[in-house]
């Protein structure tokens, strides 16, 4: 069953001056549990459909559906308090907050979440220890390396139970061994826990490790590929 | 909400020297604005304590029409039971002490001047306003004597001095002819330069009989504890005397020309008050100003992950009056420290000089009224408040993809 599905889903930036097609009429969907890459040339879209997926930024056309509720047409404030259920994101830079230790990134999502104090401490000691920053959790992002905060930041993605993590460009500033760690950590996340990814990437190594491909251009899916398919086919 | 305000204060230091800075001209502007206050307010409440205590008292039960017509006619009965219904208003009051006040012509052998004749309690008077302390020479007269205590410059207008009689000539209760002699048992320099001049201070039963007005005074002046507490004891005597006949009077209601004069007096302390806290304003507004636009993709990505607009409001504001707490806890034990260690600034030279003439001691003593600390706290929460106004409309309306982005 789709968790996420668009419906000729469109984005125009400057309507009324020299109108900008981010996004032409998609219709797409993703199942749980999926491993799936965006791809496409710069400026083909395809952070502004994570954005709209994630329902950062709203849409000028259609609408975005995710577990059967149109974000879309949520008031701001309830398209917060969705997110902090239902999605997971990891950005590009990171992003922590540079004041609190690794520990505390993770914790302060569900602190958001309102939840038990005594469960928010065991699940961000666990999944710290899940991307290997055990030893860490008490480090500041300052003190940590590049790889080391983009796997907090995988961990604080998870830290909610979101339906699908959203990861914009997770490994575009990581060498390959970080990169290759952290797609490792991400891989068995979503064999393990069966949690979903949708990368938005230009990294062939999430490429190849992703299981369906999305290539966007001009705003529009040009291809839609399932490996595991097409391999068994 | 501990989460949020161990976040607001790691973001204070996360540029040190700013906030030190924002602080530092917070400090100096609340220990500038107490010291000011201090001083103005230091010389305004030994004039006050003066006037209050020789004049008026703190709180003042006269007959209703004595203000109106502050005539030996309109006196009242004064015993034992009317003190103690006084005494048991409220328990803030220290004493009371009744005193019969007329004017009359005092003479020598040569000359009469105009006197201000006081009949009181010499025990209670001095309770009061410890009289008896500027006699400078003589004695002042105990209860059952018939001598009199006059004002240097009287008796040197007079040319009296102790043991001299003094003739007193007036009008007593209800049109009685007044006049008696009285022996000067000793003279007072007395610290109100008016009083001092005209004076003429007697025993309130020897006042009584040459006003024929045995077993009535004027006024009974109300000592208490503590000036700020002048307004509640009034309502309580009201409240206990329940007589129509009386009226209850605090000393601002009495002197009233006193505070406009320090009204007038506070204008310019005032306005440089006003005029530093705005520059200081716009001091703290420019780093908070900074704490948000550096953080703007901060905020974008807390409000991606879901983190609520209010919440991260909360977090600023946190961080606001933090940071105007701190200057101003910081302010306000600095300037009392300060305050301690030059109270009271000694005068010297003509302006020493100038200061003995009028009566006073050539001291400037500090106030150190809790309100002067404690309304520095609530001007700089205000400007806080006001501060916060912008990274408030900035998070109320920051578009998350920007921020992010920026």
Known sequence: MAIIKTQDLSKVYNPDTIPVHALRDVNISFEEGEFTAVRGPSGSGKTTLLNMLGGLDKPTGGSVWINGEDISAMKDSDRIDFRLKNIGFVFQHYNLIPVFTARENVSFIMLLQKRDKKEIQKRADELLDQVGLGERKDARPVQLSGGQQQRVAVARALASEPKFILADEPTANLDTKAAMNLLDIMERMNKEENVTFIFSTHDQRVIDRARRVVT??????????????TQAG | MVTFIKLAWRNLWRNRRRTLITI??????VVLAVLMKAINMGSYELMIDRMVSFSTGYVQVQDYRFDDEPSLDNTFYYDESLR????DSDHR???????????MLAANEVATRGTMVLGVNPGLEHQFNEIKNYVSEGTFFDIGQNTAVIGRGLANRLELSVG????LIGQGRFGMSASGLFEISGLIDHPVIDMNNSIVYLPLDAAQELLSAEGYVTSVVVMIANERHTNAVASAIRGN???DELVVYTWPELLPEILDLMEMDLAV???LTVVLYIVIGFGFFGTILTMTMERLREFGVLLSVGMKRRYLSVVLFVETVLISSIGVAAGIILSYLILILIDPITLTGDAAQAVVDLGYDPIIPMSFAADQFYTQGLFVFFIAMVVFLFPLLKIKNLNILEAARS
């Open chain 1, 216 to 229: 966007m251009v001009d705003g529009a899916i040009h291809k839609d590929e399932v490996k595991e398919v």
């Open chain 2, 24 to 29: 530092l001209a917070i400090v100096f502007a």
């Open chain 2, 84 to 87: 103690n219904r006084i005494l």
């Open chain 2, 93 to 103: 009051i220290a004493e009371a002490a009744p005193r019969i006040e007329t004017f």
């Open chain 2, 164 to 167: 001299d009689t003094l003739a």
């Open chain 2, 241 to 243: 005397l329940n007589d």
């Open chain 2, 269 to 271: 302390p005032r306005l």
